[in-house]
């Protein structure tokens, strides 16, 4: 079983910053793609970020730029770290786990097989 638990949500003015933190328990994480996803009132989940076990990423096209995902495998954390922040940023954000690789795709953690409870995310 696999247990992600986020952090670092918060408020903040357009042009400001937000790091995301996400701990995981469990076993799968060293060889798995994780990332975030995001969900705003009355739109669908997307894939924001994601980093496969090699290190490679993939970035919606609207943060590409403005956020950057890493990943440390040894202590099982992932974050996101968000600059120049918009008011469309505005959503839930949920740490997110798939088993084997992300295939280039952010999407793929929409349909991740593992997803923390979230963190807020505001931007006025």
């Known amino acids: 079983h696999v247990q992600l638990v986020e952090s670092g949500g918060g408020s903040v003015q357009a042009g400001g910053s937000l790091r995301l933190s996400c701990v995981a328990s469990?076993?799968?994480?060293?060889?798995?793609?994780v990332g975030w996803l995001r969900q705003a009132p009355g739109k669908e989940r997307e894939g924001v970020a994601a980093i496969d076990s090699d290190g490679i990423t993939s970035y919606a096209d609207s943060v590409k730029g403005r956020f950057t995902i890493s990943r440390a495998n040894a202590n099982k954390t992932l974050a996101l770290q968000m600059n120049n922040l918009e008011p469309e940023d505005t959503a839930m954000y949920y740490c997110?786990?798939?088993?084997?690789?992300?295939?280039?795709?952010?999407?793929?953690?929409?349909?991740?097989?593992?997803r923390g409870q979230g963190t807020q995310v505001t931007v006025s």
């Open positions: 469990g076993s799968i994480y060293s060889g798995a793609c």
């Open positions: 997110a786990a798939v088993f084997f690789s992300c295939l280039n795709d952010v999407n793929r953690v929409v349909s991740a097989n593992y």
